[in-house]
């Protein structure tokens, strides 16, 4: 039997550095929480807000995998292994930190505020070489359908990872309704609402709310408004 956890909009970590606002779905920095560490190979969801000219200074990373998904804005990005880049909504970016980066992100907008899903996921494989991708997503306004925007796979739709997890956005009409099957078994799915009214196997979800579920093959998605939401598929055990 399918075993689900819901994390609402209102309870997740917040973290307000004037020029920073960031909701945490999993413990992360000042905000801890034992009962919400990670789900499964998912360590990090932070739904952030950077104020115009603002951003993140040089810091490190290793042994993650790092996601970033633009919603509104664009970033600025520099790291350690020379690449120099601006990330925008529509786009998505990657990291493997593997033996260690350093990089910086920054609002390349002095006016207005940048928005985007900073994601970590623990990897399959340790002290890998470092790498940098970042890609335009095809079809990402394609209503009706699950949009791969990342897996395992190099040559398969978005970017890819040193993790067995496959991530999907989509874009429901009202009253649409889908069933989203894994791609390996032991996998569980985390469904985060970016915006509008979802069920999934028949909880209701309301936007940036957050739901687990694992133990099944298959997962029931229906929009009971207009909405879009990103699937993250991950393992549970890793």
Do not use: C
């Not at 956890?5 to 779905?25: C, E, F, M, P």
């Not at 633009?70 to 990291?95: R, Y």
């Amino acid at each position: 039997m399918a075993q689900t956890v819901i994390h609402k909009a209102n309870t997740r970590g917040v973290a307000d550095h004037g020029w920073l606002k960031s909701y945490q779905s999993f413990s992360f920095a000042g905000y801890y929480n034992p009962e919400r560490i990670n789900f499964g190979a998912l360590r990090v969801l932070n739904d952030d807000i950077v104020t115009g000219g603002m951003g993140f200074g040089e810091h490190p990373h290793d042994n993650m995998e790092i996601i970033s998904i633009p919603l509104e804005g664009e970033l600025q990005h520099k790291d350690s292994m020379g690449n120099t880049a601006t990330i925008k909504a529509g786009e998505i970016q990657v990291m493997s930190a593997g033996t260690g980066i350093y990089h910086s992100e920054y609002n390349a907008d002095a006016t207005k505020p940048a928005k985007f899903l900073q994601i970590w996921l623990f990897p399959n494989k340790r002290n890998v070489t470092p790498r940098y991708d970042q890609i335009v997503l095809n079809n990402t306004n394609l209503q009706n359908e699950f949009v791969q925007v990342l897996s395992p796979n190099k040559d398969d739709a978005g970017v890819w990872i040193y993790q067995d997890a496959w991530f999907n956005l989509a874009n429901f009409t009202a009253s649409t309704a889908k069933t989203y099957s894994f791609h390996k078994e032991g996998n569980g799915l985390y469904v985060f609402v970016l915006k509008g009214k979802v069920e999934v196997n028949g909880e209701a979800l309301d936007t940036r709310d957050g739901m687990g579920i694992w133990d099944t093959n298959s997962v029931e998605l229906k929009a009971t408004a207009d909405a879009e939401f990103l699937l993250m598929e991950v393992p549970m055990e890793f």
